[in-house]
């Protein structure tokens, strides 16, 4: 499975972004995809996860209520829809895939990861 990230960018505290990560190379529906950010210093932390095989989701305490993941069958894509972005928000996102019957939360139950792409909110 191969994953590509985009979306990210410069955005103003309060704004939003999307981001997409699309997977290619094998059918994922029976994956679970799930998207992790990494800001500097910090270590890699769980933000989503999507399971594809029933449609469940998950999110982070963090960011629930701000940000929502969602899927588009016919793209192979999810999204990673980002709203009331805060200066905490800033980090490299990556989209990750793996086969699960369950959301994983650590970065080690992940078989397969994206490129980050880079979100900065300013002050």
């Known amino acids: 499975v191969q994953l590509q990230a985009s979306g990210g960018g410069l955005v103003q505290a309060g704004g939003s972004l999307v981001l997409s990560c699309a997977a290619s190379g094998r059918t994922v529906s029976s994956y679970v995809m799930g998207w992790f950010r990494q800001a500097p210093g910090k270590e890699r932390e769980f933000v989503a996860g999507f399971n594809w095989n029933d449609g469940t989701t998950d999110v982070a305490n963090s960011v629930k209520g701000r940000f929502t993941i969602s899927r588009d069958n016919a793209k192979n894509t999810v999204y990673l829809q980002m709203n009331s972005l805060k200066p905490e928000d800033t980090a490299v996102y990556y989209c990750?895939?793996?086969?699960?019957?369950?959301?994983?939360?650590?970065?080690?139950?992940?078989?397969?990861w994206g490129q980050g792409t880079l979100v900065t909110v300013s002050s």
């Open positions: 990750a895939a793996t086969v699960a019957f369950v959301v994983p939360s650590t970065p080690r139950a992940y078989s397969y």
